[in-house]
């Protein structure tokens, strides 16, 4: 078949069968048996998506196994005292106390950063968002408009084809009718013909 012409039988405009209740049950009834049947899963059950990624492929994982998401570690930002007088705990301790020093100093900075320049970045997102906001508003319009376009041509053109289906099924009926009535004389003919022919 040819994918740019789709020849359709369905004339939703014309055909009114749907609005029998009897109908429309009997429709939503074989609906519901086909969607019975379909039960496809929410995810696939093989993770070949992620072979060369272990950390997705264990988070893939842990979803579709449905366990939750493990407790957030805040032990690291703590900073506490050494547990012994030895040199390496000290050591540790002094790491840790860096690397939280390092990390306040971090945040001060991007706080800085924040109160710099944040306004102005929020304002330009804000901006950008509109106006992509508004050229998929504008997208959609026309969208809209050419789908009430597409739906009056339907509708017309189905109108106009239940127009001609109602004459040629009007011709066709007058067609029927005049054979039968021909057949029915040609009947009367053949018993006038046999009378005739049994008189002699």
């Known amino acids: 078949m040819d994918s740019q012409h789709v020849t359709l039988d369905s004339l939703p405009y014309i055909d009114k069968e749907y609005d029998d209740p009897a ?9 519901q048996e086909e969607m019975a049947q379909m039960s496809p899963p929410l995810m696939p059950k093989s993770a070949h998506i ?7 492929r264990k988070e893939y994982e842990r979803v579709r196994s449905g366990h939750s998401l493990p407790p957030f ?14 040199a390496s705990a000290w050591e540790a301790a002094s790491n840790n106390a860096a690397s939280q020093l390092e990390h306040q100093t971090t945040r001060i900075d991007n706080l800085e950063l924040l109160q710099n320049f944040g306004a102005q970045a929020w304002k330009l ?12 508003e504008n997208r959609t319009q026309k969208l809209r ?7 009056k041509a339907r509708k017309y053109e189905q109108t106009e084809a239940g127009v001609r289906l109602s004459e ?8 029927v009718r005049r054979c039968v009535e021909i057949q ?6 053949q018993q006038e ?5 049994t008189s002699k």
């Not at 570690?73 to 030895?86: E, G, K, L, M, V």
């Open 193 to 197: 013909i046999n009378v005739l022919e």
């Open 23 to 31: 109908a429309r049950e009997h429709v939503l009834g074989l609906i």
């Open 145 to 151: 408009e050419e789908g009430v376009h597409v739906n």
């Open 184 to 189: 029915v004389a040609c009947g009367r003919l």
């Open 73 to 86: 570690d805040t032990t690291r930002y703590n900073i506490s005292a050494p547990t012994s007088d030895t």
């Open 50 to 56: 992620f072979k060369s990624n272990d950390t997705l």
């Open 125 to 136: 997102s804000n901006h950008q968002k509109e106006q992509l906001l508004s050229s998929i």
């Open 168 to 175: 040629l099924e009007e011709r066709w009926s007058d067609g």
